[in-house]
């Protein structure tokens, strides 16, 4: 019997395109691409923002650009940025916590036509298998935030095959770390690892296809507000149905047993008739 071979180990392919980070632009030659963030905005969430003040938005993207920096220092140069100590000792945790082990940060994808994006964390998981994290500094993960976030992961892991023909993805998720005081004087620390379940790869080059097509997208997931709102008791609903179900199913278990041993073929209360089926042969 023939041994199995170890996959070989897969490194990770350069894109060849420029960002620049002043402006936020990405080039492969001569040819300017369009990165994911604007194109989700676009598409699926242009009111995330609509109610939020630019000086807030300002502070928020500074403390933002601040975390992703030190985590980048840390996990490139194993430097520590004592501004955000405790950010980057929750970064490790989670890294523990989880067994992620870094392989690159700020890694850009691109079909090579009209995308480009880097990719905030990329973790090898073994020779052809890698995880990919998006750090965020949000004070509240919001479902929608967190849906933006799928997209976001999805996309970024259709791009990551693409450009790394043998080169699988496992895990999809957010690390939500933040350590900002809030107006009313206390300390807003959240450090969470948050796994997200991937959008298949065609539907999400459906979406790409329709922004480069000027088309306005679809989303098979867009449910109204007032049923999104209600998830976790239609999951509480379906969980108390399905546990329904076995308990009866194992009571009527009991009642087939003792009735088959006591001969009997019919049981009946002031509320409730029970008859056996008898076994038959039907031909």
């Given at each position: 019997?023939?041994?199995?071979?170890?996959?070989?180990?897969?490194?990770?392919?350069?894109?060849?395109?420029?960002?620049?980070?002043?402006?936020?632009?990405?080039?492969?030659?001569?040819?300017?691409?369009?990165?994911?963030?604007?194109?989700?905005?676009?598409?699926?969430?242009?009111?995330?923002?609509?109610?939020?003040?630019?000086?807030?938005?300002?502070?928020?993207?500074?403390?933002?650009?601040?975390?992703?920096?030190?985590?980048?220092?840390?996990?490139?140069?194993?430097?520590?940025?004592?501004?955000?100590?405790?950010?980057?000792?929750?970064?490790?945790?989670?890294?523990?916590?989880?067994?992620?082990?870094?392989?690159?940060?700020?890694?850009?994808?691109?079909?090579?036509?009209?995308?480009?994006?880097?990719?905030?964390?990329?973790?090898?998981?073994?020779?052809?298998?890698?995880?990919?994290?998006?750090?965020?500094?949000?004070?509240?993960?919001?479902?929608?935030?967190?849906?933006?976030?799928?997209?976001?992961?999805?996309?970024?892991?259709?791009?990551?095959?693409?450009?790394?023909?043998?080169?699988?993805?496992?895990?999809?998720?957010?690390?939500?770390?933040?350590?900002?005081m809030k107006r009313s004087g206390?300390?807003?620390?959240?450090?969470?690892?948050?796994?997200?379940k991937r959008i298949p790869a065609?539907?999400?080059?459906?979406?790409?296809?329709?922004?480069?097509?000027?088309?306005?997208?679809?989303?098979?997931?867009?449910?109204?507000?007032?049923?999104?709102?209600l998830e976790s008791r239609i999951?509480?609903?379906?969980?108390?149905?399905?546990?329904?179900?076995?308990?009866?199913?194992?009571?009527?278990?009991?009642?087939?047993?003792?009735?088959?041993?006591?001969?009997?073929?019919?049981?009946?209360?002031?509320?409730?008739?029970?008859?056996?089926?008898?076994?038959?042969?039907?031909?």
């Amino acid at each position: 019997m023939a041994k199995k071979t170890e996959s070989a180990r897969i490194e990770l392919k350069d894109s060849k395109v420029i960002f620049t980070e002043q402006d936020h632009t990405y080039k492969l030659g001569d040819k300017l691409l369009s990165g994911i963030t604007g194109m989700l905005s676009r598409q699926l969430f242009p009111d995330e923002y609509k109610d939020v003040d630019p000086e807030t938005l300002n502070k928020a993207a500074e403390y933002g650009t601040g975390v992703h920096k030190a985590i980048e220092m840390f996990d490139v140069e194993w430097d520590m940025d004592y501004d955000h100590e405790t950010e980057i000792e929750d970064y490790k945790a989670i890294c523990s916590a989880n067994n992620l082990t870094h392989e690159s940060t700020e890694y850009c994808v691109t079909d090579g036509e009209h995308w480009a994006s880097n990719i905030d964390k990329v973790y090898r998981v073994s020779a052809d298998t890698f995880d990919l994290g998006d750090l965020k500094t949000y004070g509240a993960m919001t479902p929608d935030k967190r849906e933006k976030a799928r997209w976001q992961l999805s996309i970024y892991a259709y791009l990551f095959e693409l450009q790394n023909k043998k080169a699988k993805v496992n895990r999809l998720f957010i690390i939500h770390i933040r350590n900002k005081m809030k107006r009313s004087g206390n300390m807003d620390h959240i450090a969470d690892f948050i796994e997200v379940k991937r959008i298949p790869a065609e539907i999400c080059k459906e979406l790409l296809d329709c922004d480069v097509a000027g088309i306005q997208f679809k989303n098979p997931y867009s449910i109204p507000y007032r049923y999104r709102n209600l998830e976790s008791r239609i999951a509480e609903l379906i969980k108390q149905k399905n546990d329904a179900e076995q308990e009866l199913a194992a009571i009527k278990s009991d009642i087939l047993t003792e009735m088959e041993e006591a001969e009997q073929k019919t049981w009946a209360t002031d509320t409730m008739h029970i008859t056996r089926k008898l076994p038959s042969f039907r031909t």
